[in-house]
């Protein structure tokens, strides 16, 4: 693997959806580089701090969110003196997105008072009111077509559908939710997922006419769902939720068709391979061997070189045997939010892992093989995980835990990579769209590093490995 140098950043990096260009926030400044050679080819400046960058879909501008001032400006890649500056004055906003066809800006004003839709092209604008949430409730077809908005008025949650080239209201109708936390379409564009907040469990189907399809409720009185992620063929809806258990549900019948369960000793399958980071000290055989003044060899019969070897550590991952133990955190009782359940579920873009953590065992990563409904791989690492994302191509999991080491893993198994940059501690990663490189930032700085391809083998294989 090949690194980059290190640059300055002082918030958000995201690559561009066509995977040409990065853009990084470096204070008042977006600077947009290029991913090859991560040189600049445009510098704009906004008139605040920024809070936050997006793509247009179609990769010519760029949408930064000033959020202190409020005010959301964006840039044109191509024809660097087109701006456009959005200011909702007295109601604030609080969140800004593209809309699918590029050409319309999505904001949401302070307190949810409304939703609103800036055109780019003819500086129209469409309200909305009562938006459920500022960032969330908001999902879009992968057409591209419609969007589901969630509202609340009256004390009752709504789904509004509107239709993206008028973005005239459809169709409103109610829904079966105490306190809706979000909603997604699912990827075939058939059905919508919505689900309650954390304090019940109730996960709902309903179909784009209203029709509520199936409620699934896994248990009650407690603390309820935490993540919900649809697999990207659509055959398959995962709920992490408090109790430590995810959910896989079947487009066909919306019933489960397996629960993962998040143990702190793990004893099965026989299959399932557990990768523990260890740190050593290098062996190195040539330690004893020296030049004598004619130029022969020697060897140092004291074993006189441990100087040279002191402060030489590696990190690697050793195949533990079952039962493997999983170090385990009891959340405090008098405090609110727990650090409890699946708090990270993300599928694999073939659709045939899906990796989770669990929030109590924050160094733990689990691996599931869906087509065999069982636990696949268990990465055991010495830090609390800060973030692991899917190669957008390949299955093929990257991680970081605040170190100066970047962690992967694949079918046929996992590494340790260490970073050669001085003091470059990973404490988040983005994978660029083509799989290619990925962004890995320390605190104050960002470096590239380049993956190899993954050549095409079939998962048997790969396991057996």
């Known amino acids: ?40 080819v445009q510098l704009y400046s906004c008139l605040d701090k920024i809070s936050y960058v997006e793509w247009a879909p179609d990769s010519q501008y760029v949408l930064c969110g000033l959020y202190k001032r409020p005010m959301v400006q964006a840039w044109s890649v191509s024809q660097s003196e087109w701006t456009c500056k959005i200011d909702e004055g007295a109601a604030g906003i609080a969140y800004a997105r593209w809309s699918p066809d590029s050409r319309h800006i999505i904001t949401t004003s302070d307190f949810q008072l409304r939703l609103t839709v800036w055109s780019l092209v003819n500086t129209a604008c469409v309200h909305v009111q009562w938006p459920k949430h500022p960032s969330r ?3 879009f077809t992968k057409d591209g077509k419609f969007a589901a908005i969630a509202t609340r008025k009256d004390c009752k949650d709504y789904v509004n559908l509107l239709a993206c080239h008028s973005w005239e209201v459809m169709d ?21 997922a919505i689900w ?16 509520c399809l199936f409620k ?23 709920v992490g939720s408090y109790d430590q258990v995810v959910r896989v549900l079947n487009h066909l019948t919306w019933k489960p068709v397996a629960e993962f369960v998040h143990t702190s000793v793990v004893r099965s399958p026989p299959t399932a391979v557990v990768f523990k980071e260890i740190e050593e000290a290098w062996q190195l055989d040539m330690a004893n061997l020296y030049l004598n003044e004619d130029g022969s060899h020697g060897v140092l019969q004291n074993g006189g070189s441990e100087d040279s070897a002191e402060g030489h550590m590696r990190v690697r991952y050793k195949v533990m ?27 694999s873009s073939d659709s045939h892992y899906l990796l989770t953590r669990n929030d109590n ?76 490189s990925l962004l890995l930032k320390d605190r104050e700085a960002f470096c590239c590093t380049f993956v190899p391809v993954l ?8 396991d057996d490995e």
């Open 216 to 238: 699934y409720q896994a248990y009650y009185n407690a603390l309820g769902v935490k993540m919900v992620a649809w697999s990207p063929c659509g055959q398959f809806l995962g």
């Open 137 to 139: 409730g908001v999902s």
């Open 361 to 436: 065992m924050p160094s733990a990563l689990w691996i599931w093989d869906i087509s065999r409904l069982e636990l696949a791989s268990l990465l055991i690492q010495k830090e609390p995980i800060r973030a692991a994302v899917w190669d957008p191509i390949y299955p093929r999991v990257a991680l970081c835990t605040g170190s100066t080491h970047l962690y992967m893993w694949t079918p046929a198994g996992a590494c340790c990579v260490s970073i050669p940059l001085p003091q470059f501690a990973v404490s988040d990663l983005k994978w660029n769209p083509d799989g290619t």
């Open 172 to 192: 409103t109708f109610p829904v079966d939710t105490v306190d809706l936390a979000d909603l997604e379409w699912s990827p075939g564009d058939s059905a919508i």
């Open 321 to 347: 045997e079952f039962p493997a133990t999983v170090l385990s955190q009891k959340p405090p009782l008098d405090k609110p939010n727990p650090k409890q359940g699946v708090g990270l579920l993300a599928w």
């Open 196 to 211: 309650d907040s954390f304090l019940e469990y109730k996960v709902l189907i309903y179909s784009p006419d209203g029709r």
């Open 455 to 462: 050549p095409e083998c079939d998962d048997d294989e790969g």
């Open 1 to 40: 693997m090949e690194f980059s140098d290190t640059y300055k950043h002082t918030g958000p990096c995201s690559f561009s959806p066509d995977a040409r260009l990065l853009a990084v926030a470096v204070d008042y400044r977006i600077a947009i580089r290029d991913v090859v050679s991560l040189k600049v």
